[in-house]
């Protein structure tokens, strides 16, 4: 195992995109410095795109707009002192009225570097709720100084990232909240922390501020404020001790049975939530990632393949729970890396953990229906050189809130076929030369195909991977996406239906090995070595139907500076969209407006979120609508009619800070802990976002 690199005075240029050593250590546990866990000969799908313009690019080159670099208004938040924020941009479009897509009518925010969330000229902003807000019954006040673990468990946790609002009926105003709380960053939550001997007592906070949460909030009625509403009967709170169930094809294997559980059923625990989704049917789904990193002692070939290190942890929670160590029990590994599926309108409910979507470090899930109402769930695996997958229903949806129709969508997840991509190229490899040039075709497309892994079914499931039985595809599943030669991608993240044309965008984050001595050198759908900025690819299903096992696709966006001839805005003019690097977590408004929030801005500036158009005259206009804080990342996001909602994930978290060093004192000023938290955005004069 790789000795951990020292938080002190590492340079943050020497690590992916531009995190900082710290996130690397505790968000993913060092996986970019670690061997890539897939070694197989697959054909690997590099990065961005071209140097030159294409032919779609020239034939918009009539549509310029110019991007107002220094003009974008960044607005304090509402209610201060509740939250720093930036001081109000001066330049700009003044009191002329924004151009843009519509939805995306707003004047950019110019990339900077200020220690607070920094929205357009003419936005507002509020902190919704920060780490350890009481959201539960009896659940004391917050206090970083005495916290405990029963405390932690009825407050919100830490880091959350994926959000979603659902309507609450007959609340009027209200809305339930549900996010994930993706991982811990036990430097910045404790003083005086020391990471070779932490104690029980940090190590059961730790376990409570992961998990999931579902609060409910209040909207302002003349603003896009909200505020939770605390002790509402449907708040909740999941943590890394809550109980889950496994169901599905590998539910009760043997591969999923321990000691604590000889059932293989029951799980303690959901850990590294990241993105997820909402279902059509109420439900949220929140997509297991890095799990890997809580495990020590791997020595399997499964456990190197899914990351698993051969030594101890950097939490050490193996040392206060033997079902942490590999070697002590080494089947309760296999019960992580899913989808959770969660019903946060029954507080009751035991979430369910889906085995038949697969097992690999899920990014998220979003679904959509098929004409006839079978669920389709896309999902990225987050992993440098692997692969994205679907998974399709074979039950259908059925509609209403009766408990009969309930019950019945509880169980779509688990009967179906699980794909794994693959991509083919339309021009010759000896045309695609790692650079970024065009193929002499102009542009940066092909064919794809789902390639079936295995069919669960009611009476069981049968795999369609040779050498491999259906359980361990369902468990092994990046084993069996080696078998049947899926593409390798730069990290495929987030991967989302467009609601108004049917494609799916799939972000592509980084992967600077791209090319290098000893990986998969470029091709087609990643044809630029040493790939740092990441990149947009735009899928159309044949027919444009989800169920369809072939696909079209093409090079969106290629992220990077835009004076950089190797970028590519789906052909729109480069001297008027915002600079972007590292797309993440992806999104949708009602316009069909691409919204991209970024994870580890290789440019110097800070994380962002994004809006871009996919169709029009402006397809490709990208323009940025906020930044966070020092050391923070961009998730969520949610895009409403009137209200933009984002999750501020690990602020402050930069090489050397500490309690008692902050690099940030967002969102509550100086002498206040640095707090992960979720913040809301809108117009200040009420009307809809960008029109």
Same mark, same amino acid.
């Given at each position: 195992?790789?000795?951990?690199?020292?938080?002190?005075?590492?340079?943050?240029?020497?690590?992916?995109?531009?995190?900082?050593?710290?996130?690397?250590?505790?968000?993913?546990?060092?996986?970019?410095?670690?061997?890539?866990?897939?070694?197989?000969?697959?054909?690997?799908?590099?990065?961005?795109?071209?140097?030159?313009?294409?032919?779609?690019?020239?034939?918009?080159?009539?549509?310029?707009?110019?991007?107002?670099?220094?003009?974008?208004?960044?607005?304090?938040? =509402?209610?201060? #002192? *509740?939250? !720093?924020? /930036?001081? &109000?941009?001066? %330049?700009?479009? $003044?009191?002329?009225?924004?151009?843009? +897509?519509?939805?995306?009518?707003?004047?950019?925010?110019?990339?900077?570097?200020?220690?607070?969330?920094?929205?357009?000229?003419?936005?507002?902003?509020?902190?919704?709720?920060?780490?350890?807000?009481?959201?539960?019954?009896?659940?004391? =006040?917050?206090? #970083? *100084?005495? !916290?405990? /673990?029963? &405390?932690?468990? %009825?407050?919100? $946790?830490?880091?959350?990232?994926?959000? +979603?609002?659902?309507?609450?009926?007959?609340?009027?105003?209200?809305?339930?909240?549900?996010?994930?709380?993706?991982?811990?960053?036990?430097?910045?939550?404790?003083?005086?922390?020391?990471?070779?001997?932490?104690?029980?007592?940090?190590?059961?906070?730790?376990?409570?501020?992961?998990?999931?949460?579902?609060?409910?909030?209040?909207?302002?009625?003349?603003?896009?404020?909200?505020?939770?509403?605390?002790?509402?009967?449907?708040?909740?709170?999941?943590?890394?001790?809550?109980?889950?169930?496994?169901?599905?094809?590998?539910?009760?294997?043997?591969?999923?049975?321990?000691?604590?559980?000889?059932?293989?059923?029951?799980?303690?625990?959901?850990?590294?939530?990241?993105?997820?989704?909402?279902?059509?049917?109420?439900?949220?789904?929140?997509?297991?990632?890095?799990?890997?990193?809580?495990?020590?002692?791997?020595?399997?070939?499964?456990?190197?393949?899914?990351?698993?290190?051969?030594?101890?942890?950097?939490?050490?929670?193996?040392?206060?729970?033997?079902?942490?160590?590999?070697?002590?029990?080494?089947?309760?590994?296999?019960?992580?890396?899913?989808?959770?599926?969660?019903?946060?309108?029954?507080?009751?409910?035991?979430?369910?953990?889906?085995?038949?979507?697969?097992?690999?470090?899920?990014?998220?899930?979003?679904?959509?229906?098929?004409?006839?109402?079978?669920?389709?769930?896309?999902?990225?695996?987050?992993?440098?050189?692997?692969?994205?997958?679907?998974?399709?229903?074979?039950?259908?949806?059925?509609?209403?809130?009766?408990?009969?129709?309930?019950?019945?969508?509880?169980?779509?997840?688990?009967?179906?076929?699980?794909?794994?991509?693959?991509?083919?190229?339309?021009?010759?490899?000896?045309?695609?030369?790692?650079?970024?040039?065009?193929?002499?075709?102009?542009?940066?497309?092909?064919?794809?195909?789902?390639?079936?892994?295995?069919?669960?079914?009611?009476?069981?499931?049968?795999?369609?991977?040779?050498?491999?039985?259906?359980?361990?595809?369902?468990?092994?599943?990046?084993?069996?996406?080696?078998?049947?030669?899926?593409?390798?991608?730069?990290?495929?993240?987030?991967?989302?239906?467009?609601?108004?044309?049917?494609?799916?965008?799939?972000?592509?984050?980084?992967?600077?090995?791209?090319?290098?001595?000893?990986?998969?050198?470029?091709?087609?759908?990643?044809?630029?070595?040493?790939?740092?900025?990441?990149?947009?690819?735009?899928?159309?299903?044949?027919?444009?139907?989800?169920?369809?096992?072939?696909?079209?696709?093409?090079?969106?966006?290629?992220?990077?500076?835009?004076?950089?001839?190797?970028?590519?805005?789906?052909?729109?003019?480069?001297?008027?969209?915002?600079?972007?690097?590292?797309?993440?977590?992806?999104?949708?408004?009602?316009?069909?407006?691409?919204?991209?929030?970024?994870?580890?801005?290789?440019?110097?500036?800070?994380?962002?979120?994004?809006?871009?158009?996919?169709?029009?005259?402006?397809?490709?206009?990208?323009?940025?609508?906020?930044?966070?804080?020092?050391?923070?990342?961009?998730?969520?996001?949610?895009?409403?009619?009137?209200?933009?909602?984002?999750?501020?994930?690990?602020?402050?978290?930069?090489?050397?800070?500490?309690?008692?060093?902050?690099?940030?004192?967002?969102?509550?000023?100086?002498?206040?802990?640095?707090?992960?938290?979720?913040?809301?955005?809108?117009?200040?004069?009420?009307?809809?976002?960008?029109?």
């Amino acid at each position: 195992m790789r000795k951990l690199l020292p938080l002190i005075g590492t340079p943050s240029g020497s690590h992916p995109g531009g995190r900082s050593a710290m996130t690397c250590r505790f968000r993913c546990g060092d996986a970019c410095f670690h061997e890539v866990p897939n070694t197989s000969s697959n054909e690997y799908v590099g990065d961005v795109i071209a140097g030159a313009l294409s032919r779609r690019s020239m034939m918009r080159a009539a549509a310029v707009v110019t991007v107002a670099a220094a003009g974008a208004g960044a607005v304090g938040v =509402a209610g201060a #002192p *509740e939250a !720093q924020a /930036a001081p &109000a941009a001066k %330049g700009g479009h $003044g009191h002329r009225k924004p151009e843009g +897509a519509r939805g995306l009518r707003f004047t950019p925010v110019a990339p900077n570097t200020t220690d607070a969330v920094t929205v357009p000229e003419g936005y507002r902003q509020n902190v919704v709720i920060r780490w350890g807000e009481p959201i539960l019954r009896g659940a004391p =006040a917050f206090d #970083p *100084e005495k !916290q405990t /673990a029963r &405390a932690q468990a %009825g407050q919100f $946790g830490y880091n959350c990232d994926f959000l +979603a609002l659902l309507p609450l009926r007959g609340e009027r105003g209200r809305q339930l909240l549900v996010a994930n709380h993706e991982y811990t960053d036990e430097v910045l939550m404790f003083r005086d922390y020391d990471p070779e001997n932490p104690t029980r007592e940090q190590v059961e906070i730790a376990w409570a501020a992961h998990g999931l949460a579902v609060v409910a909030v209040e909207e302002e009625h003349r603003s896009g404020k909200l505020t939770p509403v605390t002790r509402h009967h449907l708040n909740r709170r999941l943590t890394a001790t809550s109980e889950f169930r496994l169901t599905g094809p590998a539910a009760g294997s043997d591969l999923v049975k321990t000691s604590a559980d000889p059932s293989g059923t029951k799980v303690l625990g959901t850990l590294n939530n990241c993105a997820g989704g909402t279902t059509p049917w109420g439900t949220t789904l929140h997509g297991e990632e890095n799990f890997n990193q809580y495990f020590a002692h791997g020595s399997r070939t499964t456990d190197k393949r899914y990351g698993i290190g051969t030594g101890g942890t950097e939490r050490k929670w193996e040392r206060f729970d033997k079902r942490f160590d590999v070697a002590q029990e080494p089947n309760e590994v296999h019960r992580f890396g899913y989808i959770v599926e969660l019903d946060p309108y029954d507080p009751d409910s035991t979430p369910r953990k889906r085995t038949a979507l697969g097992r690999f470090k899920h990014e998220g899930a979003t679904v959509r229906l098929t004409h006839d109402g079978r669920p389709v769930v896309y999902s990225g695996d987050d992993e440098r050189f692997d692969y994205f997958y679907k998974f399709v229903g074979s039950k259908r949806m059925r509609h209403g809130n009766s408990r009969w129709a309930r019950e019945h969508n509880l169980t779509l997840l688990d009967e179906g076929t699980l794909y794994v991509a693959k991509l083919t190229g339309d021009s010759p490899a000896i045309e695609i030369d790692g650079t970024g040039k065009l193929p002499e075709d102009g542009e940066f497309d092909g064919s794809g195909e789902w390639i079936p892994l295995a069919t669960a079914t009611a009476d069981g499931a049968v795999s369609h991977v040779e050498g491999m039985t259906a359980e361990e595809v369902f468990v092994f599943t990046r084993l069996a996406g080696d078998k049947v030669g899926a593409t390798k991608m730069d990290r495929p993240e987030d991967i989302e239906p467009n609601p108004v044309t049917g494609k799916v965008y799939l972000a592509l984050t980084n992967n600077s090995n791209r090319g290098r001595a000893g990986y998969a050198a470029a091709d087609e759908a990643n044809p630029r070595n040493a790939n740092k900025h990441g990149h947009v690819l735009e899928l159309t299903e044949r027919w444009n139907r989800p169920e369809s096992t072939r696909f079209a696709w093409s090079l969106f966006l290629v992220a990077g500076d835009p004076e950089d001839p190797a970028t590519y805005f789906a052909g729109f003019p480069k001297d008027a969209v915002s600079p972007i690097s590292c797309p993440d977590n992806v999104a949708f408004d009602d316009h069909g407006n691409l919204w991209i929030s970024t994870d580890g801005n290789a440019l110097g500036s800070h994380d962002g979120l994004f809006g871009v158009a996919t169709r029009g005259s402006r397809r490709g206009e990208l323009k940025q609508f906020l930044t966070v804080p020092t050391g923070a990342e961009t998730c969520g996001p949610i895009i409403q009619d009137r209200r933009v909602v984002v999750a501020v994930q690990h602020p402050g978290e930069v090489d050397g800070a500490s309690v008692d060093k902050p690099a940030s004192t967002w969102p509550d000023g100086p002498g206040s802990y640095v707090r992960p938290a979720v913040v809301a955005v809108w117009r200040a004069d009420g009307r809809d976002i960008g029109v």
